[in-house]
C-alpha cells in the first residue's frame, strides 16, 4: 500500500485565517489508499507549489481541493469562486472564443475581449478553440481562469509538454497576470525550477507510510 508524507513549510501558517484548508484524513481509490492525512491551509495571495513524484497523488489533492473529487475522509473548505487549469485546456470546441469565456464566466463579450487581448489573442473572439496552437489554447485557458477572478487558482501543471521557450512565455504570463490580482494560487507541477521561479511555498507530496510532517 502507498502511504503518503506531505512535508509543508508551515512558517507562513501563524494566526491568518486560510482562503482554503484542506484536514484530509485519507483518500482510496478503487480500493486502494492513495491519500493519507494531509493538512493543507492556503493563505491569500500566495503561490503554493506542490511537487513530488509522478502519480504519487499531486492532482488526486487538488481535484479534492476543487471539490471534483469527494470520495475523501476530512474536510474541505474552500472559496465560492474556484478556477482550475487542467494540463489539457478544457474548452468547449463547438463554441468561439468570445462564447467559451462569456458561457463558463458570465462575464461580457467586451470583458472577454480584454481578457483575450491579455494573453496576446486579441481579435480572436470569433475563432474556435480547434484554430488555436496548444499554446495558444493553454493561454486562453489561463486567462479564462483570471477573467473569473476567482479567490483560488488551481494549477494542474498547465506549463507541463511544451517546449523551453513557450513554458518560459507561459510562466512570464501566469506571471503577469497574478500580479493584478489577489488570488491565492496552489500549483501542481513536477519541476522544482518551475515551483522555485513561481511560488511562494513549497509543500512536497512524498513517503511511506502516510504521515504529515510538521
Ligand atoms: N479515478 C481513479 N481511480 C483509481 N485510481 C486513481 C484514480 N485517479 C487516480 N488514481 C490513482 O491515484 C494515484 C495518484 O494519481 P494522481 O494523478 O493523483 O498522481 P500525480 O501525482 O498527479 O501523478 P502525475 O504527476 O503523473 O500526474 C495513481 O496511482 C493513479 O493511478
Known amino acids: 500500500m502507498t502511504r503518503l508524507r506531505l512535508v509543508q513549510d508551515d512558517q ?15 483518500l482510496e ?3 486502494r489508499a492513495i491519500l493519507g492525512p494531509v493538512q ?3 493563505f491569500s495571495g500566495e503561490t503554493v507549489a506542490l511537487t513530488g513524484p509522478s502519480g504519487i497523488g499531486k492532482t488526486s489533492l487538488l481535484r479534492v481541493l476543487a471539490g471534483l473529487e469527494t ?7 474552500r472559496p465560492k469562486n474556484v478556477a482550475v487549469v487542467f494540463q489539457e485546456p478544457t474548452l468547449l470546441p463547438w463554441r468561439n472564443l468570445q462564447e467559451n469565456l462569456c458561457l463558463t464566466l458570465h462575464i461580457s463579450p467586451e470583458a472577454a475581449e480584454q481578457a ?16 488555436l ?19 483560488l487558482l488551481l494549477l494542474d ?12 512565455e507561459m510562466m512570464t504570463l501566469f506571471e503577469t497576470l497574478r500580479s493584478g490580482s489577489s488570488v491565492t494560487t496552489l500549483l501542481v507541477t513536477h519541476a522544482e525550477s518551475e515551483a ?3 511560488a511562494s511555498r513549497i509543500v512536497h507530496l512524498s513517503g511511506s507510510p502516510a504521515t504529515l510532517d510538521p
Request: proline residues 5%.
Open 157 to 168: 501543471e498547465p506549463f507541463v509538454s511544451l517546449d523551453a521557450a513557450l513554458a518560459d
Open 12 to 26: 507562513q501558517a501563524g494566526a491568518r485565517k486560510p482562503v482554503a484548508r484542506l484536514s484530509l484524513d485519507g
Open 71 to 77: 470520495r475523501q475522509r476530512g474536510s474541505v473548505e
Open 40 to 42: 493543507l491551509d492556503l
Open 196 to 198: 522555485k521561479r513561481l
Open 29 to 31: 481509490l478503487a480500493g
Open 133 to 151: 496552437s496548444l499554446g495558444q489554447q493553454r493561454r486562453l485557458a489561463l486567462a479564462r481562469a483570471f477573467a473569473g477572478s476567482p479567490d
Open 116 to 131: 483575450l487581448a491579455s494573453v496576446g489573442l486579441a481579435g480572436r473572439g470569433g475563432d474556435f478553440p480547434g484554430q
